[in-house]
């Protein structure tokens, strides 16, 4: 994991003691998958930047209570992706943009960008799946927290995640060519 | 973990803009870190202890009289008409909203979604919602609504209520101690405008042509003036302004006072009579309704505890507590205030109000991960009117 380890738990007190540069390494380490998670989640960058932008914020706001011998990712990663499903959740009910415009734009992003190194249909595979059903997916794939994990994080049983995990690559199977392993 | 191709795809995936999104969200980040007060690390017990007190007073506060006033007015008036909404998950009509809470500005767009502008103390929209302005301590800030700053004026002392000109939007003025000042929309040409000028927010004259401002001075006079400082008319001194309105034509210029009596002027300086609120009532918040010149307006009677929203003289709604804003959409159709009492925003449809959407859980929602109790925030922009 990004972040996790020796330095990870200095910069929690270092970011806890007042020091900014030991907070910015924190946000430096772990901005990236955080952002990427939401983003994956959402399929909206505006979104996902609002996202893990606010899970920083509730870190902020959090760090003097935080546990520096736990590790801040998971923490941190709860927080974004919990707000990520119940936003893609929000937006499936408004039904503001139905399922086809979400991978036709998404698709449509990745076709803009000269450096995708990815076939449009990966994309369209994870977008055809629920947010929660992608939640699962990235928090495993991504973020590489175990089935376990996953169902303390989100709050299920373990069977629903592995069922969850199963029906993404299910669904992403046919892109990557195997199937993957738990 | 193993080789997963799964996951080389996944982390392949180029997410727009990230970089950019992440300098954005660094800036924002870490004004709130910079803002942050660190707890002693021996203070959990104290923390413990204070969590229980207030969650012993917000028992005893659903339990009391108010208390259960507060949620048999709510369920009197939604009961049968409109569902409370889960949270803010869409703006009833087009337009974005602009909400000052304690960690700073949110702009809020019509899905619900929000972004944190930064660490500023007050806003303001430019006339086409292009850019904002902020005021943070002795900083003029002009923003996009992406966070990105684009340009900052830096004076010696304290600002405060900057606002932006109506198209084509070629000023900001703002206060700085007892002085106007106003800067060109570019940032460029910072000077000082008016002296001996009182704590209340200029207010551009909305329309395009003249650039137009009026303003309060320490003397209780309210001066109308051109951007260039050429004064047009002034008042004779009267009760101490606290709020400066003008209806969308310009037509109308509302002086809120400390008093009873409102004065209304014309664009021209005569005077057009007067709003009159009942004696020992509070005028917390005054607009004009879009595109006319009725006057939508909140009041608060400290010793009953009671507020009430009035509408061209026709009382809207009334409950415990506060209605702290009174906020119009941009098509005149709904009204928005803040309840504090209540943790709300209320959505009030208009003409008749024959349409309630209550949202609760305010203060969470523009304080991700705040721990204990936290201000209300304030409603401060429906944008945007057109024209302005």
């Keep these: 994991m990004a972040g996790a380890g020796r330095d990870e738990r200095a910069w929690v007190r270092g970011a806890q003691a007042g020091s900014a540069s030991d907070f910015e390494a924190l946000f430096r380490a772990h901005w990236p998958r955080a952002y990427r998670a939401a983003y994956l989640v959402v399929h909206d960058a505006s979104a996902a930047e609002d996202l893990a932008q606010e899970g920083f914020l509730a870190a902020v706001r959090a760090l003097d209570r935080f546990d520096a011998t736990r590790p801040f990712g998971p923490w941190l990663h709860r927080i974004v992706v919990n707000r990520a ?24 992003e990745e076709r803009g960008a000269p450096a995708a190194p990815l076939p449009d249909d990966v994309v369209a595979a994870l977008a055809s799946l629920s947010p929660d059903h992608r939640a699962v997916v990235v928090l495993r794939y991504v973020l590489e927290y175990t089935p ?10 373990r069977g629903t995640v592995n069922s969850r995990l199963r029906r993404g690559l299910d669904a992403l199977q046919d892109v990557v060519g195997r199937t993957e392993e738990r | 973990m193993k080789p997963s191709p799964v996951r080389d795809a996944l982390l392949a995936v180029r997410v727009p803009a ?6 954005r969200a660094w800036a924002v980040v870490r004004g709130a870190y910079a803002e942050r007060e660190p707890g002693p690390r021996h203070g959990r017990r104290l923390r413990l202890l204070v969590a229980v007190a207030v969650l012993a007073a ?24 409109e569902p409370t909404e889960p949270a803010l998950v869409r703006l009833p009509t087009a337009g974005q909203l602009l909400v000052l809470s304690e960690q700073g500005p949110w702009l809020v767009r019509p899905d619900g979604s929000k972004r944190l502008l930064g660490s500023y103390e007050g806003t303001s929209f430019s006339p086409r919602a292009r850019y904002l302005v902020a005021t943070e301590e002795r ?21 405060a209520d900057a606002r932006w000109a109506p198209v084509p939007g070629f000023h900001v003025a703002y206060r700085e101690g007892e002085t106007l000042r106003v800067v060109e929309g570019n940032g460029k040409g910072d000077r000082l405008l008016a002296e001996n000028v009182a704590p209340v927010a200029p207010a551009w004259r909305p329309g395009e042509g003249r650039t137009v401002l009026a303003y309060a001075s320490t003397d209780g006079r309210v001066h109308v003036v051109e951007a260039d400082g050429q004064q047009l008319w002034a008042t004779d001194p009267g009760a101490k302004p606290e709020q400066l309105v003008w209806s969308d034509d310009a037509g109308r210029l509302l002086v809120v006072t400390t008093g009873r009596r409102h004065p209304l002027y014309t664009a021209g300086g005569r005077a057009a009579g007067a709003l009159e609120t009942p004696e020992g009532q509070d005028v917390l918040d005054v607009s004009f309704a879009p595109g006319t010149r009725e006057i939508g307006y909140s009041l608060y009677a400290p010793k009953s505890g009671q507020s009430s929203i009035v509408l061209a003289g026709e009382r809207l709604q009334q409950g415990e507590g506060r209605f702290e804003d009174i906020v119009f959409s941009p098509n005149g159709r709904w009204l928005l205030t803040g309840w504090p009492e209540a943790d709300q925003l209320l959505f009030i449809g208009l003409p008749g109000v024959r349409r309630l959407v209550t949202v609760p859980g305010i203060r969470d929602e523009f304080d991700p991960g705040g721990v204990g109790a936290t201000s209300f925030p304030r409603v401060l922009e429906w944008c945007c009117r057109a024209p302005r």
């Design chain 2, 139 to 159: 900083e003029v800030v002009a923003v996009e609504p992406d966070g990105t700053v684009r340009w900052t004026v830096t004076r010696p002392t304290p600002v």
């Design chain 2, 58 to 81: 917000l028992v005893a506060a659903a339990l009391s009289p108010p208390g259960r006033s507060v949620g048999g007015w709510i369920a009197d008036r939604v009961a049968g008409e």
């Design chain 1, 85 to 108: 499903i119940d936003w893609a959740r929000a937006r499936a009910l408004r039904r503001e943009v139905g399922a086809g415009e979400t991978i036709e734009g998404f698709a449509a």
């Design chain 2, 18 to 23: 990230e970089l950019e999104a992440q300098r």
């Design chain 1, 148 to 157: 376990g994990e996953i169902a303390r994080m989100l709050e299920l049983p």
